[in-house]
C-alpha cells in the first residue's frame, strides 16, 4: 500500500501496515497494535483530534479557506452574516435563505433586561470587558433552559442564532459599563457590524456609523469567524463533548481566548509599537529580538510557516480605515518593522512572517477601541466558529474527550501515620 506506514514491535518482531487517510494514520489502530502504550504529545501539537469539514488551513503555504472557499475571496466579496452562514449550513446562501438568516440574527440581538440591568450592572465598576463577556455568555444558559436539550437539531440551532446574535450585543454593554456610558439598544434597521459600532459609540441622536468603517469591522469579523481547532474551539469541543449546553460551552471558549497566549497577540502588539517609540528606534529593537533581549510580537504563528493569508487582507483595511481616522502614529513603526524583519535572513530562515494579529490592533486603535476591549472583538465573530465545531461535533456523535497521560509520579508506597512521619 503507497498511503501507509509500516511499524515493527521489537519486543515481538511483528510487523504492521497502517494506512494515511488525509494525511493522518488512525490512533485506534496503533491502539489496538500497542495495548497500554499512549503518545505522548503535550498541546496536540501533532495530534489531530477529530475529522472536520469546516475550515481548511495549510499553514506551509499559507491558506486559509472556509467550507473551501478562499479567505481572500470571502474578504472582499462577501459579509460576515453570509460568512456565519456558510460556516453554520456548510454552503453559501441563496437570496432568500440570507433574507430569512438575516431576519433572525437581527431579531435576536436583544438582551433580557434582567440580564442586562441585574447582572452585568453588578459587576465592580473596573471589571475588564473580557471577563464580564465570558460571564455573561455563561449567564445566558439560566435565560433559555431549554439549550440543554442538544438533541434536538431545531433547538441547537435556534441558541446558535442567539449567541450569534448578542454577542455583539453583550460586547458594546461590557464597553459602555466600563466606560459609565448608558446603553444603546439594537437597531433592527442596521446591518451586523453596524449596528455593533452604534451600539458601541452613539451618543446623542445625531450619531452615524461611517459605511468605510463598517465594512472594516466586517472584514476583521470574516477574518476571524474560525480557524480550525485552536485553543478556544478546542475547549469549546471538549466542554461540549460532556453534553452541556451551548452557553456554558461557549463561555469556556472565550475563556480560553481570554488567555494572553490565545487572544491577546494584537493588544501585545499595540504594547510593543509603544515601547518601540519612534521609527528611529526599529532598527535597534530588531537586534535586540535576535539577542533574545526582546520580542517581535504579530510574527509567526503556532500553524502558519508562511505569510498568514489574513495578513494581507488586513493591511490593506486598515489603511481603508486610515483614509476615515487619520493614520495611527503606530503605522510607520510598523511598516518599519515588517520592511526590517522581512529583508532579515533571522527572520526569513525561521519564517517568521506577520500574522492577522500585527495589523489588527492598528485599527482597533484607530477606530478607538481600548486596549481592554481587543479580545472581546476576537469573540464576537469567533462565536459563529465555535458553534459550528460544536455542531458538527455532536453529529459525529463524539464520545466524551478524555485524554490519557504517562503517569511519572511516585511508585506504591504504603501510608504512614501522621505521629511515625
Not at 464597553?175 to 446591518?191: A, E, H, I, K, T
Request: glycine share 8%.
Amino acid at each position: 500500500m503507497a498511503d501507509s506506514i509500516t511499524i515493527t514491535d521489537n519486543r515481538t518482531g511483528t510487523s504492521h501496515e497502517i494506512p494515511i487517510v488525509d494525511g493522518g494514520v488512525d490512533a485506534n489502530a496503533f491502539s489496538k497494535l500497542l495495548p497500554g502504550i499512549w503518545f505522548l504529545d503535550p498541546g496536540f501539537g501533532a495530534t489531530a483530534s477529530t475529522e472536520s469539514g469546516i475550515t481548511e488551513l495549510d499553514g506551509d503555504n499559507g491558506i486559509l479557506r472556509y467550507r473551501g472557499y478562499p479567505i481572500e475571496q470571502l474578504a472582499e466579496h462577501s459579509t460576515y452574516l453570509e460568512v456565519a452562514y456558510l460556516l453554520v449550513h456548510g454552503e453559501l446562501p441563496t437570496a432568500a435563505q440570507f433574507e430569512a438568516w438575516n431576519y433572525e440574527i437581527t431579531h435576536h440581538t436583544f438582551l433580557h433586561e434582567f440580564l442586562r440591568k441585574r447582572f452585568m450592572e453588578g459587576f465592580h465598576y473596573d471589571a475588564h470587558p473580557m471577563g464580564m463577556f465570558v460571564s455573561t455568555v455563561a449567564a445566558l444558559s439560566t435565560f433559555y433552559p431549554e439549550a440543554k436539550d442538544i438533541e434536538d437539531p431545531d433547538n441547537r440551532m435556534k441558541q446558535m442564532v442567539r449567541l450569534v446574535a448578542k454577542a455583539p450585543t453583550i460586547a458594546a454593554c461590557c464597553y459602555r459599563f466600563s466606560q459609565g456610558l448608558p446603553f444603546v439598544y439594537p437597531d433592527n434597521s442596521l446591518d451586523f457590524p453596524t449596528n455593533f459600532l452604534n451600539m458601541m459609540w452613539k451618543i446623542g441622536g445625531d450619531f452615524t456609523v461611517d459605511p468605510t468603517l463598517a465594512r472594516a469591522m466586517d472584514i476583521l469579523f470574516m477574518l476571524h469567524a474560525d480557524h480550525e481547532q485552536n485553543c478556544g474551539t478546542t475547549a469549546m469541543r471538549v466542554v461540549g463533548s460532556a453534553h452541556a449546553d451551548p452557553y456554558s460551552a461557549a463561555a469556556a471558549a472565550a475563556a480560553g481566548l481570554y488567555g494572553p497566549r490565545h487572544g491577546g497577540a494584537n493588544e501585545a502588539v499595540v504594547r510593543m509599537l509603544t515601547e518601540i517609540g519612534s521609527f528611529d528606534n526599529v532598527d535597534a529593537f530588531v537586534d535586540a529580538a535576535k539577542r533574545g533581549e526582546a520580542r517581535i510580537m504579530g510574527f509567526g504563528h503556532r500553524v502558519y510557516k508562511n505569510y498568514d493569508p489574513r495578513a494581507t487582507i488586513i493591511k490593506k483595511a486598515a489603511y481603508d480605515v486610515f483614509e476615515v481616522t487619520g493614520k495611527n502614529p503606530l503605522l510607520d513603526i510598523a511598516l518599519k518593522l515588517e520592511e526590517v524583519a522581512l529583508s532579515d535572513e533571522y527572520f526569513i530562515s525561521r519564517r517568521l512572517y506577520p500574522n492577522v494579529d500585527f495589523y489588527s490592533g492598528l485599527i482597533y486603535q484607530a477606530m478607538g477601541f481600548p486596549l481592554e476591549m481587543f479580545t472581546v472583538l476576537f469573540a464576537i465573530p469567533r462565536m459563529v466558529g465555535w458553534l459550528t465545531h460544536w455542531a458538527e461535533m455532536l453529529e459525529q456523535g463524539q464520545r466524551i474527550a478524555r485524554p490519557r497521560q504517562i503517569y511519572t509520579g511516585a511508585g506504591v508506597r504504603d501510608y504512614v501515620p501522621m505521629a511515625g512521619r
